[in-house]
Each structure stands twice: as structure tokens, then as C-alpha cells.
């Protein structure tokens, strides 16, 4: 495994993103206690195509620390909080990497962004249910409740994903066609 040198243009737009990640979750965002709707990973999934999946953890994981300080305060569950969004930078950054290496990068395989964005969106669902789970050990609360409506949770992040998917090609080809990123190698 090499290390990777961010450059200060990569770090800033990796700043924006994560600060992105943040607006998105707190203003465009539908939430209950055991349902959460939102557009926070869009800027999670443009981390993870743009620069692989080390830059989409880091913006998923700093954007959600964030928005549960934010939210929530400093917790003793907040660590179990902040990973869960991370499972979809991995995912969909992985993906992006392998393909960019067959020269058809994943912005222009639109089958195989979706399928990678729900894959992603259904493991990050799964992250989330187990975090619940723990949750409700520490707290001593019952977990039932939030087994009931996981099945709409699924369903809700498949939706979202194929909307996030959706959005993220079209910006990240016209992200790379403007300029504006100094691109770098993926992780």
C-alpha cells in the first residue's frame, strides 16, 4: 500500500465537501427517531469518485462527527455514529478506483454507478442498524422498535441512492471537465 499525498487544492475541496456533507444533513433532511432521509451523501459519494475511497471516508467520517456534535452533542455513542457513513465512501470509492484503471471511469458506467451506490447505500443501512443495536445496549433501550420500520429504512436508502447516483455523475463529469480539481491518484 503507497501513501497519498493530498495537495492543498485536494484538502480544500475535501473541506468543502465535508462542510457540504454537513449542510445537506442538517437543512435537506427528514428525521425520526429510527428514520432519517437525507442528501448528506452526495458530497460523501463525489469525495469517494473524485479521489477514492480514503477521501470519501474522511469526508464521511468528519461530516457526520460534525453533524452529531451538532445534532446531538458529544455522546458516549457518538463513535459508534460516525463510521456507519463511511461504509459507502469505501464502497463506491473501491469501485471508482477499479474501473478508473480500465480507463471507463465510473461517472460514465451508469448501471454500475447505481448498482454500486445502492450496494453502498444498503451496507451503510446495515452499519446504521447495527448502531442502533449498540445504542440501545448502552442505553438499556429497546431495539424493537427500530426493527420495526427497517424494512423502510432499506427502501428509503435504496431510493436515495439511485437519486444520489443520479446527481453524482453529471456533476463529477462536470467536475473534471472544469478545471477545478487538481486530480490526484486515488488511495
Known amino acids: 500500500m503507497r501513501k497519498e499525498k493530498w495537495n492543498l487544492n485536494t484538502l480544500c475541496i475535501l473541506a468543502l465537501l465535508t462542510a457540504m456533507m454537513v449542510l445537506l444533513s442538517l437543512t435537506l433532511a427528514v428525521r425520526t427517531d429510527y428514520f432519517k432521509l437525507t442528501f448528506g451523501s452526495l458530497p460523501v459519494v463525489l469525495a469517494a469518485m473524485l479521489y477514492g475511497p480514503l477521501a470519501g471516508a474522511t469526508v464521511a467520517v468528519l461530516g457526520e462527527f460534525m453533524v452529531q456534535l451538532l445534532t446531538f ?74 426493527l420495526f420500520i427497517t424494512p423502510a429504512r432499506y427502501v428509503s436508502g435504496v431510493v436515495t441512492a439511485a437519486v444520489i447516483a443520479t446527481l453524482s455523475m453529471p456533476l463529477v463529469q462536470l467536475l473534471r471537465r472544469s478545471g477545478v480539481l487538481n486530480e490526484t491518484r486515488h488511495d
Open 73 to 146: 452533542g458529544l455522546m458516549p455513542t457518538t463513535v459508534i455514529w460516525i463510521f456507519p457513513p463511511a461504509i459507502r465512501a469505501v464502497v463506491v470509492g473501491l469501485a471508482a478506483v477499479q474501473l478508473k484503471k480500465t480507463g471507463a471511469p465510473l461517472e460514465s458506467r451508469p448501471a454500475v454507478c447505481y448498482a454500486v451506490c445502492i450496494l453502498g447505500a444498503v451496507l451503510t443501512t446495515t452499519g446504521n442498524t447495527l448502531g442502533m443495536w449498540l445504542d440501545s445496549l448502552v442505553y438499556r433501550t429497546s431495539f424493537s422498535a427500530a
